[in-house]
């Protein structure tokens, strides 16, 4: 089992500086990739996600790739001049537009990527590849091995739930014995007190006794109960995804629980179903973030 929340980091280093990779990922239906990281990157964006695709089933993932040059390199760095002059016009009559006030320095027009190209950006895509492919690998390698240490912290979360949700079904089991044999106290007793003494119909009751039996029978509902409580069991210890087929057991769970209430006529198991409910819900919020 393997949580969809986790990060990883790394760095690739060059002459003229160096690239830092970040892979973050948290929650999410479907696999899901967004990029931050330098324009002279973009056309790597497809063998990133492929890599992506590989490595990950499900979850929001964000890429974010940044270039921080070196002291060394900061001599192979070209100052585009054309770009500052058109950046600052545009500036300017933005500035006249809006009446805004505020001088605009060359600190402020250095820090716009397509003023200052540096050396590095000059690479082909092949060799920006064979640069960060190493630093994204050993990224995703730090997001897995996060995804599955809360992975094991989630499993056992839900596992110890489960065995509540087991010891709670054995209670309802017992008390749906009970329920029947109560009700016919019952009933025979408001039948003593109506028939003021006259002689109780036996076999009447028997079948009024026997018809509730039948419309609150809960077996099946139990049976199949604790074959879905198997079933998220074995589910669980898969290293395979399987965050959706969790789901959906859970659902069957609740469906079975749900039935148990409707058809039972004691304020004991009412209780109980009620507990179960809950605890399959909060797993369900676990299950939520489970790849």
Known sequence: MKSMTGFGRA?????????????S?????????????????????GKIRALIQKSLERGKV????NFERSHSGAGQSLFNEDAALAYLKQIRAFQRKHKLSGDINVTDLLAIPEVVRGGQESRNDNDLWKLLSPALEKALAGLRTMREREGKRLKSDMLGRLKKIVTGV??????S???MVEYRQRMERRLHELLNGAQLDKRRLEEEVALLAEKSDICEEITRLNSHIDEFTDAAKSSKPIGKRLNFILQEMNREVNTIGSKSASGMISSEVIQLKEEIERIREQVQNVE
């Open 177 to 179: 014995d009970k329920v």
């Open 11 to 23: 760095e690739a280093k060059t002459s003229g500086g160096v690239y830092s990779v970040e892979v």
């Open 25 to 45: 990922a948290v929650n999410n239906r479907f696999l899901d990739v967004s990029f931050r990281m330098p324009r002279h990157l973009a056309a790597n964006e």
């Open 62 to 65: 964000n890429i974010l790739v």
């Open 170 to 175: 054995k209670r309802i089991d017992k008390k």
